[in-house]
Each structure stands twice: as C-alpha cells, then as structure tokens.
C-alpha cells in the first residue's frame, strides 16, 4: 500500500477491487471490472487527484471511498475504523465526516427545494438542534462568499449561475464539517472564469479547515495545481502515482506521458507538428487482455513481459510509484 504525506493517513483504500454485472443479450450478463486491486491512502488536509480516461474507474473508486459502493473487494478504513462492510445505521457517523461534490451543479441540487431547504437536509438526516440550523447554514454560505447570505437561502437553484449553483453544492458538503470530500469533476461544467475561483475557493476552504480531498479528473492543468499527489488510472488500475510536480513534469508511465503530451500548449507553432496520440481505444472492461492492460497501445511494450505479465506498481524515486516492465 502506497502511503500518503502523513504517517497517519485519514483515508486508507486496500486492495479495492469492483466488478459489476452488465446484461449481455436478453438473459446473459458478463462481469465487468470497473476497479481492479486499486491502494491508496490519503493524509489530513491533503489532495490526492485521480486522473484518467473515461471509464478508468475515478468515479467508482471516488464512491467506494465515500461507501455510496460496497467494493466487491479489498477493504476501506477511515480514521483506522474499517468502514467496508458496516450497514447503513453505522455508517452514518462516518457520512458526517466524509461528503461529496458532484460534477453537475443543476442535476445535483433538487430543483423543487430552495437554497435554505437544500442545506438545511443533511442537518435534519443527522440530527442537529434545530436552533443551530440557521447559523450553520450562514456559516456554510460565508465559507463560499454567498454573502450575504439571507439573500440567497430563499432562492430556487435555476434562479443562479453555473458557478453559483457549484458554491451551493460546496455549502451543502462543508454544513457538516466533514473532514473528507471527494470533488468529482467539480470544475468541469462551469465557465472558465469560474474555474479558477472554484479551485481557489477549495485550496482555501482546505488550508481553513484541514480537510482532506480526492479529486476526481480529466483536467491535467487543474489537477497539477490542486493537488499534492497525482495518480494516474488505466482501465481499473493506478498506473502512476507520485507528487504531482513529478508526475507532470517527468511522467514515467507511456500512458501519463501520451495524456501530457497531449494537453494543447498555447504556441501558435504547435500547429504545424504532430502531436503524440496513443493509438487505438481503451479495451472493452469485460475483456481485459492478459498481462499489462496498456500493452495493446503502448509504443514501447516489452516484448516477451508486457503481453504476459501484468506489472506491479514500484517505487522507481522517492514517493514515485510506476507500474511499467520498463521500471522493474
């Protein structure tokens, strides 16, 4: 298990494996693995980004660790508690210290509810006096410059921006002062000049309040900036995990250098060479090849190992793990 940057990670993943059931045809189903034998720790007040391809499994792995999925395998610890396979009425302490924001702020905020009714519900779920709720919900508010804050609490989500609406699903993770939340593509739909505010507004919000973030994207840019540590997914699987100044400026894995090398760099020259691609598509998820799961695209496979052994993930420099017969 790679380990995050305190001696006592917050969060632990072990071995966290999800395979789901997908109709084929009328009657049959084929096993489809979405997260594939995945460790990772995440310490206090740190940002941990999880990049990759659609359909690398960030989201899953991002929803086992919040258990909204029980992981058909490997186990979950928060606060050195094992969490994986607690039911509902016991998981309900741990909900309070880990929270979610989602990708799309309209389809994530209930349209018939407003702002107030919104942010009051996950203080009704767990309980709190209803004589604090209103200063909680100020509180939240403040905490994301919707200020001041009895001009917003009577309004109806499609009454705000994008950016806005993204503000309100911060508040509505940050009412419960939880110590972990996972920001799923948090920044992805809303306009670019929101992006930048967002981002800062969570560095911010976690320098405050120590809170710890797993940060789900596709976004190198936003990624290199947030987050202290960057692993990167292929079909199921951490690939490359590292600081994230050393995953971006010296990539090991072929894939994190084709996903790099790919992001557009504002030259006006860039125009008239050819940019690296990775040839073909990520493999079906219900028909793994055998061995490195990237030997099919990659341009500089090992012959003889990549189509038959699958690669460990190794610790190649100080905090830099690799999961590349090219390494071993």
């Given at each position: 298990?790679?380990?995050?940057?305190?001696?006592k990670?917050?969060?632990?993943?072990?071995?966290?494996?999800?395979v789901f059931?997908?109709?084929?045809?009328?009657?049959?189903?084929?096993?489809v693995?979405?997260?594939?034998?995945v460790?990772?720790?995440?310490?206090?007040?740190?940002t941990?980004?999880?990049?990759?391809?659609?359909?690398?499994?960030?989201?899953?792995l991002?929803?086992?660790?919040l258990?909204?999925?029980?992981?058909?395998?490997?186990?979950?610890?928060?606060?050195?508690?094992?969490?994986?396979?607690?039911?509902?009425?016991?998981?309900?302490?741990?909900?309070?210290?880990?929270?979610?924001?989602?990708q799309?702020p309209?389809?994530?905020?209930?349209?018939?509810?407003?702002?107030?009714?919104?942010?009051?519900?996950?203080?009704?779920?767990?309980?709190?006096?209803?004589a604090?709720?209103?200063?909680?919900?100020?509180?939240?508010?403040?905490?994301?410059?919707?200020?001041?804050?009895?001009?917003?609490?009577?309004?109806?989500?499609?009454?705000?921006?994008?950016?806005q609406?993204?503000?309100?699903g911060?508040?509505?993770?940050?009412?419960?002062?939880?110590?972990?939340?996972?920001?799923?593509?948090?920044?992805?739909?809303?306009?670019?000049?929101?992006?930048?505010?967002?981002?800062y507004?969570?560095?911010?919000?976690?320098d405050?309040h120590?809170?710890?973030?797993?940060?789900?994207?596709?976004?190198?840019?936003?990624?290199?900036?947030?987050?202290?540590?960057?692993?990167?997914?292929?079909?199921?699987?951490?690939?490359?995990?590292?600081?994230?100044?050393?995953?971006?400026?010296?990539?090991?894995h072929?894939?994190?250098?084709?996903?790099?090398?790919?992001?557009?760099?504002?030259?006006?020259?860039?125009?008239?060479?050819?940019?690296?691609?990775?040839?073909?598509?990520?493999?079906?998820?219900?028909?793994i090849p055998?061995?490195?799961r990237?030997?099919?695209?990659?341009?500089?496979?090992v012959?003889?190992?990549?189509?038959?052994?699958?690669?460990?993930?190794?610790?190649?420099r100080?905090?830099?793990?690799?999961?590349?017969?090219?390494?071993?």
């Amino acid at each position: 298990m790679v380990s995050g940057a305190s001696n006592k990670p917050l969060l632990v993943m072990q071995g966290i494996r999800v395979v789901f059931q997908a109709r084929s045809g009328l009657l049959r189903t084929v096993p489809v693995t979405a997260v594939d034998g995945v460790s990772l720790a995440i310490a206090p007040g740190e940002t941990v980004a999880v990049l990759g391809e659609s359909g690398s499994g960030k989201t899953t792995l991002g929803r086992v660790s919040l258990r909204l999925l029980r992981p058909t395998g490997g186990r979950v610890f928060f606060e050195g508690k094992d969490i994986t396979g607690l039911n509902e009425a016991h998981l309900k302490a741990f909900r309070r210290q880990a929270q979610g924001i989602f990708q799309d702020p309209f389809s994530s905020l209930d349209p018939h509810m407003n702002i107030q009714q919104i942010l009051a519900e996950p203080l009704i779920v767990h309980g709190v006096d209803r004589a604090k709720r209103p200063e909680l919900l100020e509180w939240a508010l403040e905490q994301v410059r919707l200020t001041p804050a009895g001009d917003y609490l009577p309004k109806f989500p499609h009454t705000l921006s994008g950016g806005q609406r993204q503000r309100v699903g911060i508040a509505r993770a940050l009412v419960l002062r939880p110590r972990y939340i996972v920001a799923d593509e948090p920044v992805s739909m809303v306009d670019a000049s929101s992006r930048a505010e967002i981002l800062y507004l969570l560095r911010e919000l976690q320098d405050r309040h120590h809170i710890a973030f797993l940060y789900i994207t596709h976004d190198i840019a936003t990624a290199r900036h947030f987050s202290h540590r960057i692993a990167v997914m292929y079909l199921g699987r951490v690939v490359e995990l590292g600081p994230s100044a050393g995953v971006i400026n010296e990539p090991l894995h072929p894939y994190t250098q084709a996903l790099i090398g790919a992001v557009p760099e504002p030259d006006p020259a860039n125009r008239l060479r050819m940019r690296p691609t990775i040839a073909g598509e990520p493999p079906d998820p219900s028909h793994i090849p055998p061995g490195c799961r990237f030997h099919p695209r990659c341009p500089v496979a090992v012959a003889g190992k990549s189509e038959s052994i699958d690669p460990e993930l190794r610790e190649v420099r100080p905090g830099h793990f690799v999961a590349c017969h090219r390494y071993v």
